[in-house]
């Protein structure tokens, strides 16, 4: 027997023959479904990537706008502080202003009232010495006569009240 003509042989001829004509179709199937998983595969990454992109450029504008927003608030920080500075300056400054005012508005009350306080203080001197001057030439006159000296003792009396009354205005209390 040769060696064609063994079982053997047939079945290994076979055999190659079905896993020849069946692992073309089979490779190309099995080479079709690895390119798809592939391209599945890449297609997945290619996606990932985009987000990442996406995600990175988001974090971006996020992080500008953020700075941005920073940047303004301590701009609008900056201005208020200086307007409050402004605003105390003003604020003070009116204040003196104001007090000085009434400082000198009291000032002026005080001088006011020292003045009024003198004329009454002068007003009761001259009265009181006016009043004295009287009892004083009352007695006078009721001691001599009529005629002696009267004319005198009143001119003297007068002369007196005069230089009393020139060195009270002269005089300040």
């Not at 079905?18 to 479904?33: E, F, I, S, T």
């Not at 009434?102 to 306080?117: D, P, T």
Request: with cysteine.
């Amino acid at each position: 027997m040769t060696f064609f003509e063994t079982p053997e042989f047939w079945i290994a001829f076979a055999f190659v023959l079905v896993v020849l004509v069946a692992a073309r179709p089979l490779m190309r199937a099995l080479n079709a479904w690895g390119e798809k998983k592939a391209q599945a595969i890449q297609n997945q990454i290619e996606e990932a990537q985009k987000l990442a992109d996406q995600a990175k450029k988001l974090k971006e504008q996020y992080e500008a706008a953020y700075a941005r927003r920073s940047a303004e608030r301590q701009k609008l920080m900056r201005e208020a502080e200086t307007e409050i500075r402004f605003l105390e300056t003003e604020i003070l400054d009116q204040s003196s202003d104001r007090v000085q005012r009434k400082n000198q508005e009291v000032e002026m009350r005080l001088k006011m009232i020292a003045e009024h306080g003198r004329q009454d203080v002068k007003q009761r001197m001259l009265s009181r010495v006016i009043r004295k001057t009287e009892q004083l030439l009352t007695e006078q006159l009721g001691h001599q006569s009529k005629n002696e000296n009267q004319d005198d003792l009143v001119e003297n009396t007068c002369r007196a009240l005069d230089s009393f009354e020139s060195a009270l205005n002269k005089r300040s209390f």
